[in-house]
């Protein structure tokens, strides 16, 4: 599959037909994958268009492809060699995204600033604490969190974080991966 070898797919959608199960499906696994991606509406140079198309259509991408909002979009014609060449760029740079290695004490820092601004969730009386975050992998980029309990490590502060790391980082064009370590409570 094309999807296994490449390293960053380019989600290819008719501007003419829009979205379509197809390119949902696609999307699906390379976003699965841990691929980088982008989404490519070509034949934008036929599509009847006013002053507000792109950004309607766009939105429309958007909430179609909501699980990979990270995904940047752009509007090419390849039969007129439109936008080719800042497509190809664009692929460079979601690339390096994709490969993108950050610090462990770099992460701990967005970290701390985050817990500082919204505290992470208690329940029944008990607060989630994350002993350190590091990056395991890239491509995806794959975070591991070191916390005292991962049932209070909700899914809502996981994407609050990553949010974090991506307003810090970029990682523009990438999916990122979460694992959660439980430390060993037999410890003394």
Same mark, same amino acid.
Do not use: C, W
């Given at each position: 599959m094309a999807v296994e070898r490449a390293q960053v797919c380019v989600i %290819?959608?008719?501007?003419?037909?829009? !979205?379509?199960?197809?390119?949902? #499906?696609v999307a699906g696994i390379a976003h699965e994958m841990g691929k980088g991606c982008i989404i490519a509406v070509n034949k934008w140079d036929i599509v009847e268009k006013d002053g507000?198309?792109?950004?309607?259509?766009?939105?429309?991408?958007?909430?179609?492809?909501?699980? %990979?909002?990270?995904?940047?979009?752009? !509007?090419?014609?390849?039969?007129? #060699?439109?936008?080719?060449?800042?497509?190809?760029?664009?692929?460079k740079f979601v690339d390096t995204q994709n490969a993108m290695?950050?610090?462990?004490?770099?992460?701990?820092?967005?970290?701390?600033?985050?817990?500082?601004r919204v505290q992470p969730p208690t329940d029944k009386g008990?607060?989630?604490k994350i002993y350190y975050v590091t990056q395991a992998s890239t491509r995806p980029p794959t975070f591991v969190y070191f916390v005292?309990?991962?049932?209070?490590?909700?899914?809502?502060?996981q994407r609050y974080l990553d949010n974090q790391i991506r307003a810090v980082f970029g990682l523009e064009g990438t999916p990122t991966r979460i694992l959660i370590r439980e430390r060993n409570k037999d410890k003394k």
């Open positions: %290819m959608i008719d501007g003419t037909e829009g !979205f379509t199960e197809q390119d949902s #499906k507000k198309t792109m950004d309607s259509y766009r939105k429309k991408l958007m909430n179609d492809f909501s699980f %990979m909002s990270y995904a940047p979009i752009i !509007f090419i014609s390849a039969k007129e #060699k439109i936008r080719l060449d800042r497509l190809y760029e664009l692929i290695r950050i610090t462990t004490g770099k992460l701990n820092e967005v970290l701390a600033d985050a817990a500082a008990k607060r989630l005292n309990n991962a049932e209070l490590f909700h899914y809502s502060y």
